[in-house]
């Protein structure tokens, strides 16, 4: 039994958070019943997979477990959680810390509103594209310079566009990567997902001239318009310095 396929049964667990039965993990990885069997059986006895009735998988609590208490303790983590709460307190508004990772961003971290406001589908964990989310968008704009930078980027693999308003091509993208290295942030108005407005800036954790990440303010936009937004920079980028100085003085 090689560790690669144990690894892949495990991240087909990730992906169905419902569980799957035996015969769905067969198929999903290639593999024949009896191997797949004995993968999850080495999964369980580390507490990484979960039998709940006959024949039904899902992740197990101690990978969950070890994965949340991970998470938690990392130095960026914990610099970036205070910012994303002040943020969330302060517009009422989904907050949300993410790097770059080739075509997409992936969320690090996230703080929703109070109860009782409506809530982004994104996860801690999950992924998006870079070239139609703000986050996305920042961090790109710190990698390619130039129109023939983004079509190399691009390549031959075209750009989804999520809404009509999605940028795709090279020329629109490179104007828009101008713009935010001008003014120090991003913004992305309902390019990834309709009605939602999102305003993003780099955060330097390191290197005072690279950003490790982005950290944006994702709202309503009936509730929050992107205009808004973008008048209250100033006051976002506040509230960033303010808490960072707080956490370490």
């Known amino acids: 039994m090689g560790a690669d396929r144990v690894l892949a049964i495990l991240q087909e667990l990730a992906a169905r958070p419902a569980g799957a039965s035996l015969d769905e993990l067969a198929r999903a990885v290639s593999s024949p019943k009896p191997t797949v069997h004995r993968a999850l059986a080495s999964l369980r ?120 308003r999605t940028r795709t091509t090279p020329e629109a993208l490179a104007e828009d990567f101008l713009l935010s290295r001008k003014r120090g942030f991003s913004v992305e108005d309902e390019e990834n997902e309709p009605g939602v407005a999102c305003l993003a800036v780099p955060l330097f954790l390191g290197s005072p001239t690279r950003p490790t990440g982005a950290v944006s303010v994702s709202a309503i936009a009936y509730r929050t318009p992107l205009a808004r937004l973008i008048d209250d920079v100033d006051r976002i980028k506040a509230i960033i310095a303010r808490t960072q100085d707080i956490g370490h003085p």
């Open 45 to 164: 006895r580390a507490g990484f997979a979960n039998l709940l009735g006959a024949g039904h998988y899902v992740l197990g609590d101690e990978f969950l477990r070890l994965a949340f208490s991970n998470h938690e303790a990392r130095p960026e983590h914990q610099r970036v959680q205070p910012i994303l709460e002040a943020l969330a307190e302060e517009f009422g508004e989904t907050a949300h810390y993410a790097v770059l990772d080739g075509r997409t961003i992936i969320y690090r971290a996230k703080v929703d509103p109070a109860e009782g406001a409506v809530k982004l589908t994104s996860v801690i964990g999950g992924r998006n594209p870079a070239h139609c989310t703000a986050v996305g968008k920042l961090l790109l704009s710190y990698e390619l310079d130039d129109a023939d930078a983004v079509r190399d980027w691009i390549g031959d693999v075209a750009l989804p566009a999520h809404t009509p």
